[in-house]
C-alpha cells in the first residue's frame, strides 16, 4: 500500500472534529498544526461537563481564536450559557463567518434563563442542519437567507406556530422537521404542499398542543408523542411510516377521534401504536371503563374494525399508557392486517387483564379470526411467560402459519 | 464535431476520451464526464486528449472504477439522495481500494471523489490512538515532538 502524500493526509485530518484533529497532529510534527483547519468543531456533553465550565470555556475560545482555516462545517456545542452568552455568541458568529453548514446548540444545561438567538444567527445562508435545545429565538417576520435548510430539530424552544409556518414557509428544501417539548404551539399547521422533500416530521410532548393539521403529500414518516389533539390529515399520501403514541389524558379519551386517525393512517406499512391507543379502538374497553359511549362508538361492534391495514408489513406495539389492552385487542387488530409480515411487541412490564371477559368471550373469538399468512416475524419483547403472556404467544403460534421465527 | 444530419445533442456522437492504466489496459470515458478530472481538463482544453492518455500511476482495477464515478456523477437527472446513497456503496470496499481510490483522485484532481473517499478514512480513524494512525498511513513516530503537541494542547488530551 502506497503512502499518502501529505497534503491528502491533512484533508483526511481537516475532516476530523476538532479534538481528534488534535490528537492526529501527535502522529507527526507535519499534522501539528492541522487541527487548527478543522472543519468540524465539535463541543459535546462529555467535554463540557468533565472540566468545568471555566476551562471549557478557554478551551473553546482557544480554538476559535486560532482557528486559521477558511470553512467550519459543522459547529456543535453543549454548554450551561449563564453569564457567557457574549462569548458563546462570537463563537456562532465566526462559526457563520465561515460558512457553517450544520450547527447544534444545546443549552439544556443553562440552570433558569434560555439562551437568547438573535434573528441574525438564524437567518443565514449555509445553513443546512439547525438543532437547538433550550433556546429562546428572535424570529423576523421573514427569512430572506435562511432557505437552504434541509432538517430543522426544535427541543424546548420557545417558538409559536406562527413562527413555524414561516420557516417552513421559506425552508423549502426542508426534509426533516421534528419539534419537542415545545410548549408554545398550540395549534400547528404543516402546510407542505410545495415542499417535495419534506420527509420526515416528529413531533413530540408539546404539552399546550390541541390541534395538528397535516398538508403533506410527500411526507413519508410521522411520529406523534404526547396528549391526543386534533387531527386534520389532508394528503398524507406518501405516508408509509407512522408512529403513535398517546399519553392517558387528564380526562378521558375519545375514542372515535382515535379511530379517525387510525382510518387516517390506513395506508401506511410500518406501525407503531402504544396500548391506549389500540385499547381505544374497542368497544368493551369503553364499557369497562364505566363511561356510556356515545353514539358513534356504538356503531362500530368488537367484532371487527371498520378499516383495512391493507399495506400494513411491520406492526409495533408498546404497552405502555393502557390499562386494558389484552390479547385480543392485539389479536382482533391484526385481523385488520391481512398481509402483516413483522409484528414488534414490547411488554414494557405491563400484565394482561385477565379479565372474566376475555375468558368468557374474547378468547372464543379469537378462533374465528383469519390466519396471518405473510407474518414471517414476532418478537416479543420483556416476555416472562405469565399465563397471559403465553395466550399471546400461542395466537401467533396459531395464526401464524408460516412464521419463520419467534423471538422472547 | 456534430455529423451534419443531427437536429438533438442526443443524435450527436459523444465525444469519448481514452486512458490507459499503468497495467496497458485501455477505458474510454465521455469527454463531460472525464470534466469533472481538473487534470483531464486542462488536457482537454490544451488538444492532448486526442491520444490515449498514460496514467502510469493508477492501475487498471481503480482506473475502472475512477471512470464508473465520473460517469455516474456526470448523468443527468440524478436526484441528490440517490446519488448520496449510490455514492456510500461505491465507497463501501475495503480499505486498501479506498486508498487507491484517494490516489487516484488526488493524481486527477476529483474533488468530489476526493473528498468521499477521505471522508471514509477520516471515519475511520475517528476513534483511533495516535499509534494506530502511524500505522494505518505508515508515518515515523518521534516521541519529542509527541510531548510537545501535547503540552501546547492540553485540553484535547484527557
Known amino acids: 500500500m502506497s503512502d499518502l502524500p501529505d497534503d491528502v493526509l491533512e484533508r483526511i485530518f481537516t475532516l476530523l472534529p476538532v479534538k481528534q484533529a488534535v490528537r492526529a497532529g501527535v502522529v507527526s510534527t507535519r499534522f501539528k498544526r492541522v487541527w487548527l483547519f ?41 454548554i450551561d450559557p449563564t453569564d457567557i452568552e457574549p462569548m458563546v455568541r462570537k463563537w456562532i458568529e465566526i462559526s457563520i463567518s465561515k460558512g457553517v453548514e450544520e450547527l447544534e446548540l444545546n443549552f439544556v444545561a443553562a440552570r433558569i434563563e434560555r439562551f437568547q438567538l438573535s434573528r441574525d444567527l438564524i437567518d443565514v445562508e449555509s445553513l443546512r442542519v439547525l438543532k437547538l435545545t433550550f433556546c429562546e429565538i428572535d424570529f423576523p417576520p421573514d427569512l430572506t437567507r435562511l432557505h437552504l435548510l434541509d432538517t430543522l430539530i426544535l427541543k424546548k424552544v420557545e417558538i409559536t406556530s406562527d413562527m413555524i409556518e414561516t420557516l417552513i414557509l421559506n425552508c423549502t428544501l426542508l426534509e426533516t422537521l421534528e419539534l419537542v417539548h415545545c410548549d408554545a404551539i398550540h395549534q400547528l399547521t404543516l402546510s407542505a404542499r410545495n415542499h417535495k422533500r419534506l420527509k420526515v416530521f416528529k413531533l413530540g410532548d408539546c404539552s399546550d398542543l390541541s390541534l395538528v393539521e397535516i398538508d403533506a403529500p410527500g411526507l413519508r414518516s410521522f411520529h406523534f408523542y404526547g396528549q391526543a389533539p386534533l387531527f386534520l390529515f389532508e394528503d398524507i399520501s ?89 390479547t385480543y385487542d392485539i389479536a382482533a387488530f391484526l385481523n385488520s392486517c391481512p398481509f402483516v409480515e413483522q409484528v414488534f411487541i414490547d411488554l414494557n412490564e405491563c400484565s394482561f387483564e385477565g379479565s372474566i371477559y376475555w375468558e368468557l368471550h374474547q378468547k372464543q373469538e379469537l378462533e374465528s379470526f383469519r390466519f396471518l399468512c405473510r407474518l414471517k416475524f414476532v418478537k416479543v419483547k420483556g416476555f416472562r411467560f405469565h399465563q397471559h403472556e403465553l395466550e399471546l404467544v400461542k395466537f401467533f403460534l396459531q395464526k401464524g402459519i408460516n412464521l419463520e421465527t419467534l423471538a422472547l | 464535431m456534430s455529423s ?155
Not at chain 1, 476559535?64 to 482555516?69: E, I, L, P, Q, T
Not at chain 2, 486526442?50 to 492501475?59: A, G, R, S
Not at chain 2, 487498471?60 to 446513497?85: I, N, P, W, Y
Open chain 1, 238 to 326: 406518501q405516508l408509509k411510516d407512522a408512529a403513535i403514541n398517546f399519553v392517558p389524558p387528564k380526562g378521558f379519551m375519545r375514542h372515535s377521534s382515535v379511530r379517525n386517525i387510525l382510518d387516517d393512517l390506513a395506508n401506511v406499512s410500518v406501525l407503531t401504536v402504544n396500548s391506549i391507543v389500540l385499547e381505544s379502538l374497542h368497544n368493551h374497553n369503553v364499557w369497562i371503563q364505566g363511561i356510556s359511549p356515545n353514539y358513534e362508538d356504538l356503531k362500530h361492534n368488537t367484532r371487527g374494525l371498520p378499516f383495512s391495514y391493507r399495506n400494513l408489513k411491520e406492526f409495533q406495539l408498546i404497552m405502555h399508557g393502557g390499562v386494558y389492552c389484552n
Open chain 1, 38 to 78: 478543522s472543519r468540524k468543531l465539535h463541543f459535546g456533553r462529555w467535554f463540557t461537563t468533565q472540566k468545568g465550565i471555566l476551562e471549557a470555556m478557554s478551551a473553546i475560545d482557544h480554538v476559535f481564536r486560532a482557528h486559521a482555516g477558511p470553512q467550519i462545517q459543522s459547529f456543535k456545542l453543549y
Open chain 2, 4 to 158: 451534419p444530419s443531427s437536429s438533438s445533442s442526443l443524435s450527436c456522437p459523444k465525444k469519448m476520451i481514452t486512458l490507459k492504466s499503468s497495467d496497458g489496459e485501455t477505458f474510454e470515458i465521455e469527454e463531460i464526464a472525464a470534466l469533472q478530472s481538473k487534470t483531464l481538463e486542462n488536457m482537454i482544453d490544451e488538444n492532448c486528449a486526442d491520444t490515449p492518455i498514460p496514467l502510469p500511476n493508477i492501475e487498471g482495477k481503480v482506473l475502472a472504477k475512477v471512470v464508473e464515478f465520473c460517469t455516474k456523477h456526470a448523468e443527468v437527472g440524478v436526484d441528490a439522495e440517490s446519488l448520496r446513497a449510490w455514492d456510500d456503496e461505491f465507497v463501501n470496499v475495503e480499505h486498501n481500494t479506498v486508498f487507491d481510490y484517494i490516489l487516484a483522485a488526488n493524481f486527477l484532481e476529483i474533488p468530489t471523489l476526493l473528498d468521499l473517499a477521505c471522508r471514509v478514512v477520516a471515519d475511520m480513524i475517528k476513534g483511533k490512538t495516535p499509534d494506530e494512525i502511524r500505522k494505518i498511513f505508515n508515518i515515523k513516530p518521534s516521541p519529542e515532538e509527541e510531548e510537545e503537541v501535547r503540552r501546547e494542547n492540553q485540553w484535547a488530551f484527557e
